[in-house]
């Protein structure tokens, strides 16, 4: 046997069980439509310990050196680089964070909400402009609603409040942002990246 057909003798191989490893992945009930919501949070999400062999990488995923996204105590101020695990982390752990005060700058989206409610929020890019989505907060005002697109800075006191998604008008809570002061925001990025 030629030593360049022994190579692709071994590529095939290697070829066939990265295919094998694969599929031996993908779920048994076969494929059930694109993720969405909660389903698509639970995927991205991965609780298992990440090691890559050096210390201080390790200690950088651990995030063990930095400061954590939602401080302990004062105010939650997410910026474009906190704004996505910010969401997430107040998000999953809405009742640990009821009552702190939270300053959030971010784009108008009305999406059809009662009176005295709107959106503030980014879009939120995985890898490219094709699976972007809007992310943001509920805001209650007892003032003039914004107009959409209006680029703010919400400062206010979180609360859980029950939320109808005008889409599929599934009603679940959410933490949301008790105004009491809303601003022309500084400039901000639009989109923001996960984690």
């Given at each position: 046997?030629?030593r360049?057909?022994?190579?692709?003798?071994?590529?095939?191989v290697?070829?066939?069980?990265?295919?094998?490893?694969?599929?031996?992945?993908i779920?048994?009930?076969?494929y059930?439509?694109?993720?969405?919501?909660n389903?698509?949070?639970k995927?991205?999400?991965?609780?298992r310990?990440?090691?890559?062999?050096?210390?201080?990488?390790?200690?950088?995923?651990?995030n063990?050196?930095?400061?954590?996204?939602?401080?302990p105590?004062g105010i939650?101020?997410?910026?474009?680089?906190?704004?996505?695990?910010g969401y997430d982390?107040?998000?999953?752990h809405?009742?640990?964070?009821s009552?702190?005060?939270?300053?959030?700058?971010?784009?108008?989206d009305?999406?059809?909400l009662p009176?005295?409610?709107?959106?503030?929020?980014?879009?939120?890019?995985?890898c490219?402009q094709?699976?972007?989505y809007?992310?943001?907060?509920?805001?209650?005002?007892?003032?003039?609603?914004p107009?959409?697109n209006?680029?703010?800075?919400?400062?206010?006191?979180?609360?859980?409040?029950?939320?109808?998604?005008?889409k599929?008008?599934?009603t679940?809570?959410?933490?949301?942002?008790?105004?009491?002061?809303?601003?022309?925001?500084?400039?901000?990025?639009?989109?923001v990246?996960?984690?």
């Amino acid at each position: 046997m030629k030593r360049s057909d022994s190579v692709k003798y071994i590529l095939i191989v290697i070829g066939a069980l990265a295919l094998i490893a694969l599929l031996q992945r993908i779920p048994h009930e076969g494929y059930q439509g694109p993720l969405t919501g909660n389903d698509l949070l639970k995927t991205i999400k991965r609780d298992r310990q990440a090691t890559v062999g050096n210390e201080g990488v390790d200690k950088l995923i651990k995030n063990d050196e930095y400061e954590p996204v939602v401080p302990p105590t004062g105010i939650i101020a997410l910026s474009d680089r906190t704004f996505s695990l910010g969401y997430d982390e107040i998000y999953d752990h809405r009742e640990k964070y009821s009552g702190r005060e939270i300053s959030v700058s971010g784009y108008v989206d009305k999406d059809n909400l009662p009176q005295g409610q709107f959106l503030v929020g980014r879009d939120l890019v995985w890898c490219c402009q094709n699976d972007m989505y809007f992310i943001g907060f509920l805001v209650l005002t007892d003032g003039k609603i914004p107009d959409a697109n209006a680029e703010l800075r919400v400062t206010g006191f979180l609360e859980p409040v029950s939320y109808a998604d005008p889409k599929t008008k599934e009603t679940f809570l959410v933490p949301a942002i008790r105004a009491k002061k809303i601003e022309s925001a500084p400039k901000f990025s639009h989109q923001v990246s996960p984690g």
